[in-house]
């Protein structure tokens, strides 16, 4: 607990330094309001994971936690997965020249992360 508390700090730290505090909180907020909120799946991990308590039901909580964790990541057809893919396939040959190989390589794995942030974001 005290990790997650930590790594929420360093969010709420970098977004005052960067004075982004507002977009930040708006971005929040739609995650728990709206349609297609993940107040459902908070509610699912948080009944799994306190069925779980119960030692005789221990590994069956936890095959439902990988269950659903594998189902909010792949859901609606798997948004995360197929930019995942699509970025892996369009990534560019590194060019012969070390200069080139090296601006090419960092471009490209920037790219791959941004289609990802994106596809997280919706």
């Known amino acids: 607990m005290s990790f997650a508390l930590i790594i929420i700090g360093l969010f709420l ?7 982004t505090q507002g977009s930040l909180f708006t971005l929040i907020h739609g995650d728990f309001t709206g ?3 993940f107040i459902f799946w908070l509610v699912a991990i948080l009944i799994v994971g306190a069925v779980g308590y119960i030692e005789r039901i221990k590994p069956v909580s936890n095959a439902f936690l990988v269950l659903i964790v594998l189902a909010l990541f792949l859901k609606k057809g798997a948004p995360l997965f197929t930019t995942f893919t699509s970025s892996i396939a369009s990534t560019q040959q ?3 020249s070390t200069g ?8 490209s794995t920037s790219s791959i992360i941004g289609n990802i942030i994106g596809a997280i974001n919706g």
């Open 100 to 107: 080139s190989n090296t601006q090419s390589v960092s471009s």
């Open 13 to 19: 730290l970098i977004s005052a330094i960067k004075n």
């Open 35 to 37: 349609s297609n909120n």
């Open 94 to 96: 590194a060019s012969a």
